[in-house]
């Protein structure tokens, strides 16, 4: 147990629709980092999010957004769904400093039909 | 190319077995990251290595900041190590590049 959560554990969704998905961070961590992982892949990274300001951004279209809440908890919003996004999205929780390690959530399993 | 190599993509080992798992990468970095991933997606972090080597129970864990290249090593494996282990750099303050895992199957 890590101590970060993420809901939903599993959604279904259809091309064209929009999804949020949320993260609750380890007590204590003001950076969240959300990823992508396709089956069969390393995870990729979304972006990162220190004290509610998104601090990088990896290679995902503006269609993949998020939010950080003044208690540290997160979203990731992703609008104009396609079948690609099916994926395992995983969020990281941590403390900003650059040697930091980050512990994972278990993940949201997200099938796009 | 990926910045993060590893291999091999699989392994299946016998009860007792050593194994050894490989991480190459093609950016500087100021940190490697082993991580351990379940079926049903959980990751844990295993390791964390800037320099040198790292032990924790039956696993090692061994840097070479000049060959760019890192080894995770299981002593006695066991089938409850069966996992995906993955080999993560961060390259700056905000991101980590990950491989593309290998599928460890030790079996009884």
């Known amino acids: 147990e890590t101590g970060v959560t993420q809901s939903p554990t599993h959604l279904i969704k259809t091309r064209g629709q929009q999804v949020t998905l949320r993260c609750s961070s380890q007590?204590?961590?003001?950076?969240v980092s959300w990823y992508q992982q396709a089956l069969g892949q390393g995870p990729q990274f979304i972006f990162q999010?220190?004290?509610?300001?998104?601090?990088g951004r990896g290679n995902f279209p503006p269609r993949f957004s998020g939010l950080q809440f003044p208690n540290y908890s997160s979203e990731l919003n992703v609008n104009a769904l396609e079948l690609d996004d099916s994926a395992l999205y995983l969020c990281?929780?941590?403390?900003?400093?650059?040697?930091?390690?980050?512990?994972f959530g278990p993940g949201t399993r997200l099938l796009v039909l | 190319k990926n910045e993060v190599e590893q291999s091999p993509q699989n392994l299946t080992a016998q009860e007792g077995e050593f194994i050894t798992i490989n991480c190459s990468y093609s950016?500087?970095?100021?940190?490697l990251h082993w991580l351990q991933q379940h079926p049903g997606g959980g990751i844990v972090s295993l390791f964390m290595?800037?320099?040198g080597k790292k032990k924790h129970g039956r696993l090692i864990a061994t840097i070479n900041i000049q060959e760019k290249h890192s080894s995770l090593h299981i002593t006695a494996s066991h089938p409850r190590d069966s996992a995906v282990y993955i080999c993560?750099?961060?390259?700056?303050?905000?991101?980590?590049?990950f491989g593309a895992g290998t599928t460890v199957t030790v079996r009884a």
């Open positions: 990281a929780s941590s403390l900003k400093t650059s040697m930091e390690t980050q512990y």
């Open positions: 007590s204590g961590h003001n950076t």
């Open positions: 999010y220190y004290r509610e300001e998104e601090n």
């Open positions: 950016v500087g970095i100021s940190a």
């Open positions: 290595l800037s320099s």
């Open positions: 993560a750099v961060r390259s700056n303050d905000y991101k980590l590049s």
